[in-house]
């Protein structure tokens, strides 16, 4: 029987319980701060998740084909499997469990709830079948349970990436590579026979301004030179339109590289042998996306040019590149939680160093880390001092936050809620079945792509 944890009743130092909401790397990296601390041994922390997985995208966005960076996930675990953390999966912070209650189960709550939504380009077509966000075909390809198999690559010669950021560059690598490349990954099997047959042959990724300007790292725009049977196609005359093209000497290190490896292919010569080609393009904004019958036939874009200041300027000229399939890889959007204070216009959770602010005042015992504090932007590690800097914030306040009395263990408050949470033993029968899953497949293991299925095997059903 779950106890009252009232530290009068004990007489004993309080034990401050912290509630962290999201499993991804900044809720995992917020509850490994807060176990860290010293000085505050007894601290306790849950990390809660609408999903009955862990670790948010390091799982359900990191490329298939990256299995180093999601080997990440080893060190996530050792953080949840502390004795002083507890995962609570398949536990929506929503309607059914707003913020104001599990203020009232915790001393603490840090809200780590990333950042889920697109971006939306806001241009005629958009919404046209075969026009889908980057978003939706990574949560498809990745075994998200929400996702829907919208037939992306059905009937697809040609593609068109719109953006030239990371995930823009995992999207056109995943549909460039072959079947061979793709099934040693734990990508789900339906997933996987759908690409193994694709006819995609040319996948264009788009940028609307030049490319020393580009947001992708040169490790991925590299990895794309190495997709076997592909060929790269780069238009000197379309980069040398970047005043940076014929100089990069002064641009920052990480912008030069790109344009260099950018100027390599560009002069490189055409390899009529290659299956398939990926064309990055620049210089080209979206205006519309072409309408064929009621689905996508293609993008219109317009040319534009360098404005001298970082930005660009329409020209007037137009250029159509037919394709089959759009996907809009121009960023993500974090999602407002009822209850919670939201800024429509960065779309994240007004903060003074990650306490939330209500009307420009903290509030004290409510806390944010990661993509919704700072925005849809970083790599795996920018989540950790991001959760090093709430982390200090919370502990700041601890001698206030524990003179809160909490009735009982959050557990049974959450269970007379009418919560169900899929803990730790249900993640690791998760794992198990996905193994089996592969055996029975010939593969490592592969992802269980939808809800009956994941609290099927976590409730051992
Ligand atoms: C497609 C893609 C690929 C990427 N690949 C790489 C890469 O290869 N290398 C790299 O370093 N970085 C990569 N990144 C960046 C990296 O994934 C992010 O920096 C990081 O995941 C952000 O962490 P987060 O914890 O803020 O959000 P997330 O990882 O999104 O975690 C948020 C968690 O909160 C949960 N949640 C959301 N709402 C609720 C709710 N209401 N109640 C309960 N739980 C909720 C979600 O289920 C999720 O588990 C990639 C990003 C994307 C989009
Ligand atoms: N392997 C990895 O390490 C990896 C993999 C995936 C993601 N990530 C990280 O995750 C974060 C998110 O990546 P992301 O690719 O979603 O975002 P991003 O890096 O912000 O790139 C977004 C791209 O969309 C473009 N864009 C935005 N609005 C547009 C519009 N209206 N029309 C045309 N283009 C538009 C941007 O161009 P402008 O620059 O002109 O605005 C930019 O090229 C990044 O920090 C990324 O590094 C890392």
């Not at 995943?174 to 193994?196: F, K, N, V, W, Y």
């Not at 490319?211 to 030179?225: C, H, M, V």
């Not at 205006?287 to 993008?299: P, T």
């Not at 029975?440 to 299925?453: F, H, M, N, T």
Request: proline content about 8%.
């Amino acid at each position: 029987m779950l106890k009252s944890i009232s530290a009068r009743q004990r007489k004993e130092p309080p034990v401050p319980h912290i509630a962290v909401v999201g499993s991804g790397p900044s809720g995992v990296y917020t509850a490994q701060g807060l176990v860290q601390q010293a000085g505050v041994p007894d601290l306790r922390v849950d990390v809660l998740d609408r999903l009955p997985c862990p670790y948010g995208l390091v799982r359900y966005g990191v490329a298939p084909d990256h299995e180093k960076i999601k080997s990440l996930q080893g060190n996530l675990r050792t953080v949840l499997e502390d004795e002083r953390v507890r995962f609570l999966g398949g536990v929506e912070v929503g309607p059914a469990l707003p913020p104001a209650k599990l203020l009232d189960l915790y001393h603490a709550v840090v809200y780590c709830v990333g950042a889920a939504a697109d971006r939306h380009l806001g241009v005629p077509g958009e919404d046209l079948p075969g026009s889908w966000s980057a978003t939706d075909f990574v949560a498809w390809y990745s075994a998200h349970p929400d996702a829907s198999d919208h037939g992306f690559v059905h009937g697809v010669r040609a593609a068109v990436a719109i953006g030239v950021g990371n995930v823009a560059v995992d999207v056109t690598r995943i549909l460039a590579r072959g079947a061979a490349e793709l099934a040693p990954t734990d990508m789900p099997e339906a997933a996987l026979r759908t690409l193994a047959v694709s006819e995609v042959r040319d996948v264009y990724m788009v940028g609307r301004r030049g490319p020393s300007q580009a947001r992708f790292t040169t490790k991925e725009l590299r990895e794309l030179g190495g997709l076997p049977d592909t060929e790269i196609v780069v238009d000197a005359r379309e980069l040398a339109l970047d005043p940076a093209y014929t100089d990069p000497s002064a641009l920052p290190a990480a912008n030069r590289r790109n344009v260099e490896v950018l100027r390599a292919w560009a002069a490189a010569p055409p390899r009529a042998d290659a299956r398939r080609r990926i064309h990055l393009r620049f210089f080209l904004r979206p205006a519309e996306i072409v309408d064929g019958g009621g689905r996508v036939a293609g993008v219109q874009f317009e040319r534009t040019r360098p404005d001298g200041q970082g930005g660009v300027l329409g020209t007037g000229m137009y250029e159509e590149i037919p394709a089959q399939l759009v996907l809009r890889s121009v960023g993500y959007r974090g999602v407002p939680l009822e209850g919670l204070p939201f800024d429509e216009a960065l779309g994240t959770v007004p903060h003074a160093a990650g306490r939330v602010l209500r009307d420009g005042r903290a509030s004290l015992g409510e806390y944010v880390a990661g993509w919704i504090k700072r925005g849809p932007t970083g790599v795996i590690g920018t989540n950790r001092p991001c959760a090093k800097e709430t982390v200090t914030s919370l502990l700041a306040d601890a001698p206030a936050l524990v003179r809160k009395d909490l009735a009982q263990d959050p557990l049974a408050g959450l269970l007379d809620a009418g919560v169900r949470p899929v803990e730790w033993g249900g993640w690791r029968a998760i794992e198990r079945a996905e193994a089996e899953l592969g055996r029975s497949l010939g593969r490592g293991s592969v992802k269980i792509p939808d809800w009956a299925g994941l609290l099927g095997a976590a409730r051992g059903s």
